[in-house]
């Protein structure tokens, strides 16, 4: 079965500092999609970015980039020039090539942003 | 410009009662799916469905039903609810994409208490 894992429960940021979080998963497939999504207040899941395992070249979007390191199983997210906006729970998340009915999400992280 | 609803938003039951939370997607996604969030755990999931008429259980299904009678609507029935099954619950659709990566479209989720 596949496992995503967020080792950090809450992290703080500066604003206009840069700051990463970090993801970490299990499978035994070899093709994949990794996503980050967002969760603010609001209950409202959004998505951030996502990733396919097959695609070499980390994803980004605008403030948003990925780490993405196939043979550690890693996929890290750095928001740059973090806006007090950003502030949410985010989650990271696990689907496979050919199981769109099944995602995996991570416990999530809870990023503080102070002005 | 609807997306995934659901609904209630909020919803307070006594232990053994039961109820049923409406999904609606307006989108032709073929994958609806449940999802509970608990507090450090993430989002888990209950059922999905591949298609109308095709449901299978997910990773915390014992106490939940479902049926995928039209393309659009996926209702989640709490048979006797039980204090365990206070959580939020997340309506999600997703496809199976054509050259770019699918992704989960979440309604705005529902609170459940169960006393």
């Known amino acids: 079965a596949q496992t995503v894992t967020q080792s950090q429960p809450e992290m703080s940021v500066q604003e206009a500092e840069t700051v990463t979080l970090s993801c970490t998963y299990d499978t035994s497939e070899s093709d994949y999609y990794l996503f980050w999504y967002k969760q603010p207040p609001s209950r409202q899941m959004i998505l951030v970015i996502r990733?396919?395992?097959?695609?070499?070249q980390n994803a980004t979007e605008n403030r948003f980039s990925v780490n993405f390191q196939k043979a550690a199983k890693s996929f890290s997210l750095k928001i740059s020039d973090s806006q007090l906006g950003d502030a949410a729970m985010y989650f990271c998340a696990y689907c496979g090539l050919y199981n769109f009915n099944k995602f995996y999400f991570g416990s999530g992280t809870k990023l503080n942003v102070k002005p | 410009n609807a997306g995934v609803t659901q609904t209630p938003k909020f919803q307070v039951l006594k232990t053994g009662q039961s109820m049923t939370l409406q999904c609606a997607q307006d989108m032709n996604h073929e994958y609806m799916s449940w999802y509970r969030q608990d507090p450090g755990m993430g989002l888990r999931l209950i059922h999905y469905s591949v298609g109308a008429g095709i449901t299978d259980q997910g990773e915390v299904p014992n106490g939940y039903n479902v049926s995928r009678s039209t393309t659009e609507d996926f209702p989640l029935r709490l048979l006797s609810a039980a204090p365990s099954q206070t959580s939020v619950y997340f309506c999600a659709s997703s496809y199976s994409p054509s050259g770019n990566a699918g992704e989960l479209f979440f309604g705005e989720g529902s609170r459940l208490t169960v006393l």
């Open positions: 990733q396919e395992a097959y695609k070499q």
